[in-house]
């Protein structure tokens, strides 16, 4: 069945229930103008956004499938409200749909967005609907809160930090070149593409230990490095043989003839996090969350990025991930 079989307000309908993962906090959900919500005393507001537009962030079929699109739009605006330092409350979200598109690819579409939502304890509030002549354009905005003079800046790295990352870099991007080369295999690169995990825990173990500044890495480390450095007023200096690289991107960088650390600094949508913090406060995060690793230091400086390579120094530009 057609979307333009059932209309706006039959889809509304068929996608309204099971929406509140966390009800407590909603007055009014899905089926008013608006909706509303309570605030907790104590606790400042974050909202953050993001769109993904068909054949540009994603291509059916190749890159993912529907329900993959849903859950990685929340996922790209939760680990944004991860990189303030906050907890994910609600969201909002629209939907510009092809007539043409399947009923069922839009419940697919949904179950992704429910699935990860229900995980992290985030409301669907509302939404809005309209048609698009070519593709599916779906943006997502959503809400956070954290507690007072608590969220975790870019612009507030500081001389004698260290500089660390989550996890490993380049996974993301480089399933991206397995999917669309259509490679068998390099299952790990390819789920880490299709439904990154949004680093909310980390985000939270970070405000506990006093964490100075804060990205995630959506565009690729080069670009989100330099954006810390330029916001701070500081130098980064990353010694690149300590990015946490995975078994998988090494492979499939030999398979391809490309550097590993290409996947790291220029890849995208990797939604890890990178930060700066007192080394002995790495220390005791390090206890409670051990997948992190330091790959340099932050030093007195202008806003740039250097990767020290085999005793040499290049200046790293924020060439990331770029979409033209
Ligand atoms: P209005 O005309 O007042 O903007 P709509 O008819 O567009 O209201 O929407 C009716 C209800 O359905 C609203 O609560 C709205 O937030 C919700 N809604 C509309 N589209 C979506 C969507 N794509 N996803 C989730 N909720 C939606
Ligand atoms: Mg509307």
Redesign the pocket.
Known sequence: MKISEIG??GF?DA??DDTLFNPSSVVVG????G?VYKTTDGMEQVSVIDTMVENSHFIIGKTGQWYDVGYKAVASNLSDIAAMGAIPTHL????AIAPSMDVQDLTDLYKGIKDICSRYGVN?L????VTSKEGMVITVAAFGEIEEGKAILRSTAKAGDIVAVSHTIGDSGAGLETLLQGVDGYDELKKAHRFPEPQIELGRFLVKHHCHSLNDISDGLASESNEIAKASHVRICIDKERIPLSDGVRAWAKEAGKSPWSYAFNGGEDYELVFTMSPHDFEELQKEFPAVTAIGTVVEGKGDVLVVDDGNEHVLLPTGWTHF
């Open positions: 706006e307000f509304i996608i309204k899905i089926g008013d103008d909706a909002v979200l629209s939907t669907i509302g939404g809005d609907t």
